[in-house]
């Protein structure tokens, strides 16, 4: 792969994996300084409507005058000469002392003493924008770095459609919610929603992001390890939507074998093969006017990825065996704990099967993660336990508490269920066993137990051992060091970690850990 077709791959990446154009601006921003001579990257937002230009994005620290959210006024004149340069779609590169192309003098003020390049961002929506790559000190500009800067132009315009989107659909979910909130007030009824166990806390952004795609019928990709709970959220997104009363169908593309995919997602026809004395209807039709989750949709085998597709595309597919087009109204929430955009760098996943299914990404951060929210989730999980088993309840004491909230829990809130519903058998409705249930403690009996409570952790445990965060940022740091600050790709930390790039950048932030510094050692 050349290094264009490297940083085109990337950019469309990052413009698919983010909805704002605030945070695809700083990813994309360190993208292009692997590639070009650049200090900064400036977005800019053209309204022909208040004929005004807005700081959307700055990649890197504040050269220009422009903060984040910042407006300037310019004239009708300067308007339409700099709009009549964006639909020519052609990325450019200025020079004060060129002292032409009075084009752009609504975006770059003459006193400016740098070098650019400059390129529209054009939307066959109407979305008009600019971005801008300030030249490092005693750097310059080269042909070859105007060629890319036009090769990324149609990624970045589709990021800076996206945020355009996020923005309406904010504006209408607000309206929507004034709506309902005056329409309950009039009729005298307080609203009634479920909660999610820590939905006010660590989850309380991923929560915010269901709510606002939830009443579109966007696709959306939830992106999370494997346990983390993407099956709740893809349940929320249904009840929220205005498909809640049709049906909600699962399916796991990685338990179905690959030569009966085809068969189980769009069904099949009497006699179409050895063993198929019926017609069967598929995934997709029986899903019609609701929402089909596919569950680890990475797993899906490449000639189903292509049919799957034009469902996407078309809302139409065949059966197996048939010949007659059906036509099915299905909104697609995926799921998968893979790394889809390395998946498509290599060539195990379909790329534009990857633009169609990240529309809207969720990223569901790893149990270990939330730690704040396990005293509640316990909590939650011992009650059911207790109703399933036909136990009497018990809560999780804080000596429970704390043991939970000092396991790494791989297995994320899958195997805090587990782990629950084991304590609660073991003991037997008088106790929660957690210790024994987390193997710590194998010397308690759940038949003749000692004391009315689990005996507390070894008093070593917490003097001999380091604490996780210190354990995982050295190990964090070792691979990056490794690396040379390269996160994604074949070769970067996330693979070498086996964990989901946006899981090691969240970890990362949270332990403080500054990435950068490791590339700067590699030159």
Not at 42 to 57: A, H, K, M, N, Y
Not at 207 to 230: A, C, N, Q
Not at 471 to 477: A, G, S
């Amino acid at each position: 792969m050349t290094p264009l077709e490297e940083l085109l791959l990337g950019v469309w990446r990052e413009a698919g994996r983010h909805t704002d154009i605030t945070t695809s601006t700083i990813n994309i921003a360190h993208l292009l300084a692997r590639c070009l001579p650049i200090q900064q990257v400036l977005v800019r937002r053209i309204d022909p409507e208040r004929s005004c230009l807005e700081t959307v994005g700055i990649g890197t620290e504040s050269l220009f005058p422009w903060s984040l959210g910042e407006r300037r006024d310019c004239s009708p004149t300067d308007l339409q000469r700099l709009l009549a340069w964006c639909h020519r779609g052609e990325a450019t590169h200025w020079r004060r002392a060129s002292g032409r192309l009075r084009e752009l003098e609504a975006v770059v003020s003459p006193e400016i003493d740098v070098e650019l390049l400059v390129g529209p961002l054009v939307s066959e929506h109407g979305t008009y924008g600019v971005i801008l790559l300030v030249a490092a000190p005693a750097q310059h500009f080269a042909p070859l770095h105007q060629q890319m800067l036009q090769a990324i132009l149609e990624p970045l315009a589709a990021a800076l459609e996206s945020d355009r989107r996020l923005r309406e659909l904010t504006a209408l979910r607000e309206a929507a919610e004034a709506d309902k909130q005056s329409l309950l007030r009039r009729l005298g009824r307080t609203a009634v929603t479920e909660t999610i166990v820590g939905a006010d806390g660590r989850l309380r952004p991923v929560m915010e992001r269901v709510t606002l795609v939830s009443p579109s019928d966007v696709p959306v990709l939830i992106l999370g390890e494997t346990g983390s709970g993407k099956e709740v959220i893809a349940r929320a997104i249904h009840t929220g939507s205005a498909r809640a009363a049709g049906p909600f169908m699962r399916v796991n593309c990685g338990a179905i074998p690959p030569d009966l995919i085809d068969s189980e997602l769009f069904g099949h026809e009497k006699g179409s093969f050895t063993g198929a004395v019926s017609t069967r209807r598929g995934w997709f039709e029986r899903a019609d006017e609701g929402t089909l989750f596919l569950d680890e949709i990475g797993e899906l085998p490449a000639a189903a990825q292509v049919r799957l597709l034009r469902v996407l595309q078309e809302g139409a597919f065949e059966r197996v065996g048939g010949e007659r087009s059906l036509k099915v109204d299905v909104r697609i929430v995926a799921a998968t704990h893979q790394d889809l955009a390395t998946m498509v760098q290599d060539g195990k996943f379909r790329e534009d099967l990857w633009y169609r299914i990240a529309v809207f990404p969720i990223v569901l951060p790893p149990l270990r993660e939330h730690p704040e929210d396990i005293a509640a989730l316990a909590e939650h999980f011992a009650q059911r336990a207790a109703v399933r088993f036909g136990l009497t309840p018990q809560l999780p004491s804080p000596q429970d508490i704390a043991l939970l909230t000092d396991y790494a829990w791989p297995g994320n809130v899958r195997e805090l269920i587990a782990v629950i519903d084991r304590a609660a058998i073991l003991g037997a409705g008088k106790r929660l066993e957690v210790g024994k249930a987390l193997g710590l403690i194998p010397g308690v009996s759940p038949q003749a137990p000692t004391t009315d409570h689990p005996p507390p952790p070894p008093p070593s445990l917490a003097s001999t051992c380091r604490s996780l965060d210190a354990v995982m940022t050295q190990h964090i740091e070792a691979t990056l060091e490794a690396t040379h600050g390269r996160i994604e790709g074949p070769h970067g930390a996330a693979r070498l970690l086996g964990v989901n790039p946006y899981t090691l950048r969240g970890k990362m932030r949270k332990l403080g850990i500054d990435w950068s510094r490791f590339r700067a050692s590699a030159v």
